[in-house]
């Protein structure tokens, strides 16, 4: 088989018009919007107006008591403790975060939101690790008065407040404003990059009756331990909740994993104006850039086990000229879709299977949280067809099978040594895969994805080309991918895979192409219960 320099496999970028992405309008009073609510009319509709001529922090956080109780709290690092006069809170267990109620004085907050409203313009993010609205920095908003305001209490009295207080020498600050709506989430990151040095967010929400949210209505910061690689462990440790008023802070390290909560409530917006203060490089940078991901665990074929194809596979796929025609088209397009692959009894005798057997079949959660979040079974623990179905993807027939509709060298007197990694995996609400998990192809592969109780939204696989123009900082995933916007995505994007029942997608990716598994929202229906996905790649 050819290198990736000279293979004439390559999967084709994708048509915009097949993306079913969000296109931008401006509607009538000037604001950018998207045709999937338009959420900045939801905000004129919750937010009037407020004569406020300046920004001003709340009296009592300027009092000199307070900034030396706070630094004693910092400093001293002896777990949750609290101030009574402004009821501020420093938390140190995973690590540490302070939260200040009231930041502002009466009435800011709902002034700021108002200005927000009317003037800011919003830019939908979407990639693997988020989906929200973000605006453009706060030093880029000359027409907010209120936003350049706010930005210059940042930097004259909130910088130096913070750098007596944490210790740390901050040079400047960044900032810009973010909304997230029904569906919308950022998944776990830490934040670090180069000179990240103190996170904070300012919450917005001056709205009766929703000044403080409940964990019901989603939008937590949600806050991971982390284990002694420094990798983020399931489950959450601590959730803040949105709190109108409220600024929170941490110090950005290798172990300041967070991230926030699928937004659940259709009411309201979480909205924030929130970035990083900056000094010197942060010294965890570097030591952090070295962490690596786990990656797959390849086998050879097993050829102990011999499936009967002709009592497994749909009759079609086992003809010649079937063969032959799948060879033509993943030459021509480098990936293929083969419906109803599996005999229709086997795949329904699978799935019931999965869906009954609550006691012999063994899931784990897949981690780290920064990486994967999806369960993966045990395969020791696989019974009857199950068992069936996974030791055909792990056989030499599979492999024979896969020869004859790639022409790679999986099988017969030219490979050398073919191997191959099988899971199966077990989606839900809340799953998720992101990139710089491991799963970037170092060398040219084959993978078969295969889908039981499939389910509109749920483990949908997204492709990206090897030569995409992504920053090449390692960590973390969110600052790696913080200026792309939809344009851009669009033509990374190579391939997605949506799951439809016994249909068995075959993709062959060059070195270097990367993927990831969009999360699962709380929107998508899985009435019918998780999705269930036999994901294997092949190596010649």
Known sequence: METASTSPFKLRHKDKAEDGGHEEKEDADGLVGTSDGEPQKKLLRLAGPQPVQEVRLNDAYQQREVAKWLQTAWTGKKGDTKEEQTGAQVFGDPFQICLMPGMLAEGQSRALVAEITQKVHWSRKQMDLYEFYQSTDLSNMPSCRLLTNFLQVLRKQVRPWLEKVTNLKLDYVSASCSMYTCGDYLLVHDDLLKDRQVAFIYYLSPWDGAEEWTEAQGGCLEIFGSDDQCFPQFPVQRKIAPKDNQFAFFKVGSRSFHQVGE???????????????????????????????????????????????????????????????????????????????????KFELARAQLMADTDTLKWRRQGPANAHNYEVLDLTTARGTIQELLQLFRSDAMFDLLRDFTDLDLAGPDAARPTCSVELQRWSHGNYTVLGDGLASEENTLDLVYYLNAADGAAVITYLSPDAELPAEKAPMDARRADYDGEEEDESVLLTITPVDNALNIVYRCEGTTKFTKYVSRNTPLEKGPVFVISCSYKE
């Open 263 to 345: 937004v659940t409530t259709f009411d309201y917006p979480r909205l924030t104006i929130n970035g990083w203060f900056h000094g010197e490089t942060n010294e965890a940078f570097v030591a952090d850039s070295l962490r690596a991901f786990p990656r797959l665990n390849y086998h050879q074929p097993d050829s102990v086990n011999k499936p009967p194809l002709g009592l497994l596979l749909n009759n079609v796929y086992l003809k010649s000229a079937t063969r032959r025609s799948i060879q033509k088209r993943i030459e021509e397009n480098s990936e293929i879709c083969l419906y109803e692959f599996f005999k229709r009894e």
